[in-house]
C-alpha cells in the first residue's frame, strides 16, 4: 500500500533575490527559476507553488509543480483551507512572511514574520540563506544552490534547475550571445564593442546567433535552446541555458560569481579588476573603466573554443 502523498507549499514570487538586500517591484525571473532546484527533493510529493504573475509563464507547465498559484488574498483563502506538510517561504518581504502566518503546516522553512521582534526572522537552518540575502556579499563561501537547499535542512548534491519549456528545438547555432542585461544592474553589461570582438573571432570557425525572443519568454527559450552554448552576463539567459542542460559561460563583474559556481552547465568568468567594491551591487560605477571591462574578448573566445568541444 503506498504512502499518500505529501503536500508542499513553496513561496517564490521573485520579488527579493537571494544576493540582493530589498526588496524590488521588478520581479527576477533568474531567481525564481534558481529556486527550481528544490523541487528534486519533491518530485514524489503534490507541489503547490505561490508566485508573481510575472513568473506565471516561467513556472507553467512545470513537471514537478501540480497546482501554481498567484499570490494574493484569494490565493490565501485557498491555502487556508487544507494543512500542508511543509511549508517553504523563499521570499524575504514583510507582508507575504506574516500572511503565510494564517496557513497551517507540520514543518515550515525559510523567512517568517516574527510577532515579538515585528520584522522579518529565519528558521534555524536558513541563517546562512538570511545572511546572504542581507549581509556582506562578499563572505559568501557557497553558492546559490548550496545556500538554497540548507535552507530546508538538506545538502545540495549537483541537483539542477528545472524548467517547463524544454521543447525539442533543433541546434542552429554554436554560440548564443546574451547580451542584454535588465533596468536593474545596467553594470552587468559587458561592452558592445567586445561583443563585436567576440563575434570576429568565433565567426572564422563557428556559427554566431545573437539574443532573440527576450520580450517574448516562450520565444526566448526556444532561442537559447537552439544554441549548443550561451555566453551571457549574470541573468535570465544564464538560468534558462542551465535548466534546457547548455554549457553557459557567464561574464561576472558587479554581482558575485560564487552564486553560480559549480552548477551543472555554467562555467563562471569573473572580472580580472582587483576592485575593494566588488561585488558591489550598484546599478553604476563612478569610474571610468569598470570591471566588465577588465574581461578581454580573447579570453572567453578560448572558454568558448574550449567549451564546444
Excluded at 172 to 198: I, Q, R
Aim: proline share 4%; glycine share 6%; hydrophobic share 35%.
Amino acid at each position: 500500500m503506498s504512502l499518500p502523498l505529501r503536500r508542499i507549499l513553496i513561496i517564490k514570487t521573485g520579488y527579493s533575490e537571494f544576493l540582493d538586500r530589498g526588496i524590488s517591484t521588478t520581479v527576477s525571473l533568474g531567481d525564481v527559476l534558481i529556486c527550481t532546484s528544490l523541487l528534486h527533493l519533491y518530485k514524489n510529493d503534490h507541489v503547490t507553488w505561490v508566485t508573481s504573475n510575472q513568473s506565471k509563464e516561467l513556472l507553467s507547465n512545470n513537471p514537478y509543480i501540480h497546482e501554481l498559484v498567484i499570490f494574493g488574498s484569494k490565493a490565501l483563502t485557498h491555502l487556508e483551507a487544507e494543512p500542508f506538510d511543509i511549508l517553504i517561504n523563499l521570499e524575504k518581504d514583510i507582508g507575504i512572511s506574516a500572511a503565510l502566518s494564517r496557513i497551517k503546516a507540520k514543518k515550515c522553512f525559510g523567512f517568517y514574520y516574527s510577532d515579538k521582534t515585528h520584522n522579518i526572522e529565519t528558521r534555524k537552518r536558513s541563517t546562512r540563506y538570511l545572511l546572504a540575502g542581507q549581509e556582506n556579499h562578499r563572505d559568501i563561501e557557497q553558492n546559490a544552490l548550496e545556500i538554497l537547499y540548507e535552507t530546508v535542512g538538506k545538502k545540495w548534491q549537483g541537483q539542477g534547475l528545472v524548467i517547463g519549456h524544454a521543447q525539442k528545438t533543433k541546434i542552429k547555432f554554436d554560440f548564443g550571445f546574451n547580451y542584454s542585461v535588465g533596468s536593474k544592474w545596467p553594470t552587468k553589461a559587458w561592452s558592445m564593442d567586445y561583443w563585436k570582438e567576440l563575434e570576429r573571432i568565433l565567426k572564422l570557425k563557428y556559427s554566431v546567433s545573437w539574443q532573440k525572443g527576450h520580450s517574448h519568454l516562450g520565444a526566448y527559450v526556444r532561442w537559447i535552446n537552439s544554441c549548443r552554448v550561451i555566453v551571457t552576463s549574470d541573468s535570465l539567459g544564464q538560468a534558462i541555458g542551465s535548466a534546457l542542460g547548455k554549457k553557459v559561460i557567464t561574464l561576472y563583474g558587479p554581482t558575485n560569481s560564487q552564486r553560480m559556481q559549480n552548477v551543472p552547465g555554467v562555467d563562471v568568468l569573473p572580472s580580472t579588476l582587483k576592485c575593494p567594491h566588488m561585488p558591489c551591487y550598484l546599478p553604476f560605477c563612478k569610474f571610468d573603466k569598470f570591471c566588465m571591462d577588465y574581461i578581454s574578448p580573447e579570453k572567453v573566445a578560448n572558454l568558448c573554443v574550449q567549451a564546444i568541444k
